[in-house]
Structures are given as structure tokens and as C-alpha cells.
């Protein structure tokens, strides 16, 4: 009966979860980040912030399903505390993993511990810890790495890609092994900002994130606060086992200071102030980047209007001696045309001349003729 009120609970939180996605961005498809459109991603920010509140809800209850199976079967204190471990660890892990700002990222980093915390487990520095309950570890293990093996299959949707991210994530958390307390374990964040880091958000794409995190934060900070009283309750619990061991007085007045802060209204003004100062680092940051590419973007535009007028410039100055060439050419031309013309005429008068001359003469022998036989 309690398994089936924690199932139809779930059920509820998730559907609320999954249709208050749907209300919110920018947009149908979402606003893709720097990571996405750095890896050519074809799911949308959407799609994977989607996935992630789903998987923060289905996640934090396998392992606590896991760690409860554990500490029914055995009354070992150091078994108790691990399990209590396991579920407090776990459940704040897997929810900061998939509580980062970048969707894509969330579920990279939400992959690579599922398969870090299942290596734990099975071979690495987990594999005996739980002793005979090794088994209910290594399945929840499993579980976890199954639940979000098929999430990503789901969301990638080509086989190929899906099998690239996979091999990509697997072979990162072999190399980085983790133990408890999983707060303490290797992230692949670093990597991936390295990949972002190649590619720019434009001015639209930077808006969108902005709305999309402000959605998004009203959407964590439920799932967080549903979360909270059973990890407050579980840290009392591994406080009271320790305080069979320790000083009791200590260990039970940090438990309860622990409590009354937390649940105090100093703690939630905290939390308030940590969330509203999260929203504005971003939205400074967001807003620092459109700035910069503002300033980019006039800058090329002014170098784009300066490379076009020299270009035009040149093709005047080119245009201008290319005309100067034609006209020397042209006026060489004319020259011998006259040249040729002056010639022409020049002969043309000589020859007149020549034939006044001859007509002269013949016309002189002529009257000299006449003359002489009149005589």
C-alpha cells in the first residue's frame, strides 16, 4: 500500500512537472545553448530541460527506494549508515547534476554519475562496502543507469548519435571514479564548458535562456522543497547513529540546529536570496555577452562598410585608368588617320600640281606650234 501511495505520488509530481515544461520558454522548440549548437545537438533545450525534471523526480526515487531495501534487510550499524549515506549523497548528486543551468549539460553530467556510482558499485571502491547486500546496490545501480541509458535513447533519437554520446560518456566515467561521499567526485562539466566555450549565443538565443531559467528555477525549486524534509529526516537519522557511538549531546544538538536553520525564516530568506542572486548573476552575465556581441557586431559591420568602399574605390581608380588607356589609344588612332588623310591630300595636291604643270607646258608647246606655222 505505501509502495503504491509513493507510485501514484510520483505519477502526480511528474505529470505536474512535465506539463509545467510545456509552459513555459521561449518558444516551441526552446532556446538552444552554447553547448547544443556547439555539439549539433537535434533535441531541443526544451526537450532535454523535459527530460531532466522527469528524471529528477524518477532518479531520487530509485535511490531511495534502493537505499530503504537495504535498511530493511539489516540491523549493522555500518551497513545502516552507508545506506542513509546512499540515499542522502544520491539524492543531492543526481538532483545537482540535474539542476544545471544548461540542459544539454544536466544530462551528460546526470549520465556520467549513473555510470560513475554504477562502477563504484560493481568494481570499483563500493564493490564490497555494502557487504551482503551488495546485490540490492549493484540492481539500484543498475536501475539508475537503465532509467536514464533509455531517457537519452529516447531524446538523442538517431541510433548513431545516441551511441557516440553513450561511448562518450562511459569512457569518461570509467576514467574518473567516484566514491562516497559522491559530493566529492569528479564532474565533467569542466569538459563540456571547454566545448561550449566554441560556440556564441546571438541576441535572441541569449533572451531565450534568460526565460528559459527563470522558468526553469520555479521547476527545481519545487522538486528541491519536495526533497527537503526527507533529507533533513535522514540526516537526523544518520545523526542519531552516530551519536550511538559518539557524543550523543553533540551530535543531537547539530541535528537540531542543523534543522532550525534550515527550516527557519532565516534559512528559506537564505535560499530565497540564493535563488533570486543565482537569477541575477545570470542575467548580468546573459546580458554582459549581448553587450559584447553588440559591440562585435557594429565592429564588423563598419569594417564590412570600409572594405566595401575601397573596393569600390579601387574599381573607380581601375575603371578611371583603364578609360585613360582606351583614350590614348583612341587619340593614337585619330593621329594616324589624319596622318593617313594629310598624306592623301598632300599627294593628291602634288599630283593636281603636276597635271597644271603638263597642261601648261602642252598648252605653251601648243601656241609655240601655231606660231611657228602661221609664220
Not at 527530460?51 to 530493511?72: C, F, H, Q, W, Y
Request: proline fraction near 3%; charged fraction near 25%; aromatic fraction near 4%.
Amino acid at each position: 500500500m505505501e509502495a503504491t501511495r509513493l507510485l501514484s505520488a510520483t505519477t502526480l509530481i511528474l505529470l505536474t512537472s512535465l506539463l509545467g515544461a510545456g509552459c513555459v520558454g521561449p518558444g516551441p522548440g526552446g532556446s538552444d545553448t552554447a553547448l547544443i549548437k556547439a555539439t549539433e545537438s537535434e533535441a531541443t533545450a526544451s526537450e532535454y530541460r523535459a527530460a531532466a525534471n522527469s528524471l529528477a523526480i524518477r532518479v531520487p526515487g530509485l535511490v531511495e527506494l534502493t537505499g530503504n531495501r537495504m535498511l530493511d534487510q539489516t540491523s549493522d550499524p555500518g551497513i545502516t549508515k552507508l545506506a542513509l549515506l546512499w540515499k542522502i549523497e544520491g539524492t543531492a548528486a543526481f538532483q545537482q547534476a540535474l539542476f544545471r543551468q544548461d540542459p544539454l549539460g544536466a544530462a551528460v553530467e546526470t549520465w556520467t554519475l549513473a555510470i560513475q556510482v554504477q562502477d563504484a558499485v560493481e568494481t570499483g571502491a563500493l564493490r564490497d562496502a555494502f557487504g551482503p547486500l551488495q546485490p540490492i546496490a549493484r540492481q539500484g545501480a543498475d536501475s539508475i543507469r537503465q532509467t536514464i541509458d533509455d531517457e537519452s535513447r529516447a531524446i538523442v533519437r538517431r541510433p548513431e548519435r545516441y551511441a557516440e554520446l553513450r561511448e562518450f560518456v562511459t569512457r569518461w566515467a570509467h576514467d574518473n571514479p567516484i566514491s562516497l561521499p559522491f559530493s566529492t567526485r569528479p564532474s565533467i562539466q569542466p569538459l563540456l564548458a571547454q566545448i561550449a566555450s566554441k560556440q556564441e549565443l546571438g541576441l535572441a538565443e541569449s533572451l531565450g535562456s534568460v526565460t528559459a531559467s527563470v522558468a526553469d528555477l520555479s521547476t527545481k525549486l519545487d522538486i528541491h522543497v519536495a526533497s527537503l524534509p526527507k533529507s533533513l529526516r535522514w540526516q537526523a537519522e544518520l545523526a542519531t547513529l552516530d551519536a550511538a557511538t559518539t557524543d550523543t549531546g553533540r551530535q543531537t544538538r547539530a541535528v537540531l540546529e542543523r534543522a532550525d536553520a534550515l527550516l527557519s525564516q532565516k534559512g528559506v530568506k537564505e535560499l530565497s536570496d540564493l535563488a533570486l542572486t543565482s537569477v541575477r548573476d545570470e542575467r548580468i552575465a546573459i546580458l554582459d555577452d549581448i553587450e559584447r556581441q553588440r559591440v562585435d557586431a557594429f565592429d564588423r559591420m563598419f569594417k564590412e562598410r570600409l572594405a566595401v568602399f575601397e573596393a569600390i574605390d579601387a574599381q573607380r581608380r581601375a575603371t578611371l585608368a583603364d578609360l585613360d588607356v582606351k583614350i590614348d589609344r583612341s587619340l593614337q588612332q585619330v593621329d594616324a588617320v589624319a596622318n593617313r588623310i594629310l598624306l592623301r591630300v598632300g599627294l593628291a595636291i602634288g599630283a593636281l600640281m603636276v597635271l597644271a604643270a603638263l597642261l601648261a607646258w602642252l598648252v605653251g608647246r601648243s601656241g609655240a606650234f601655231r606660231r611657228s606655222h602661221g609664220a
